[in-house]
């Protein structure tokens, strides 16, 4: 399986701007710029998008590793919380805060130690340090 995203970019990097487009066009022509990423703008950026990434594979995986050891998952909530150094132009961490409610029979202790499982096992969390490729077409 495989999924897709498009980026569209024209212009400087503070003058200009892009679009982003999903496969499920959840994200269709999505508005990105300077002030969206580095400042207050109207529209996403990449480091919010790898939050709400991360956000969502991890609760995913948290749910799994409840059923896996024999809880009913309940409600859970996560915000993800990406660090961008803007001197190094680096994410420096991505922290995830946990709040989960109304998982009969686990205690505080097993949740934490679910939790951890699920951080260290989530796909995005696995992806965030892996090596990337590059093909590159020009003028066509």
Not at 24 to 36: A, D, E, G, R, W
Not at 83 to 107: A, R
Request: net charge negative.
């Amino acid at each position: 399986m495989k999924r897709t995203a498009k980026a569209n970019w024209n212009g400087t990097l503070k003058e200009g701007s892009g679009k982003l487009t999903t496969q499920s066009t959840v994200l269709n022509s999505t508005q990105y710029s300077f002030k969206t990423r580095f400042q207050d703008g109207i529209g996403t950026n990449p480091e919010e998008l790898i939050a709400a990434a991360h956000a969502g594979c991890f609760t995913m995986a948290v749910g799994a590793a409840l059923t896996e050891a024999g809880f009913t998952p309940g409600d859970l909530n996560t915000e993800a919380v990406v660090d961008l150094d803007m001197v190094s132009l680096s994410i420096k961490g991505i922290q995830l805060n946990l709040k989960g409610s109304q998982i009969d029979g686990v205690d505080e202790e097993q949740f934490q130690q679910i939790a951890e499982g699920a951080k260290a096992n989530c796909i995005i969390s696995k992806i965030l340090s892996v090596p990337i490729t590059l093909e590159t077409v020009y003028g066509q």
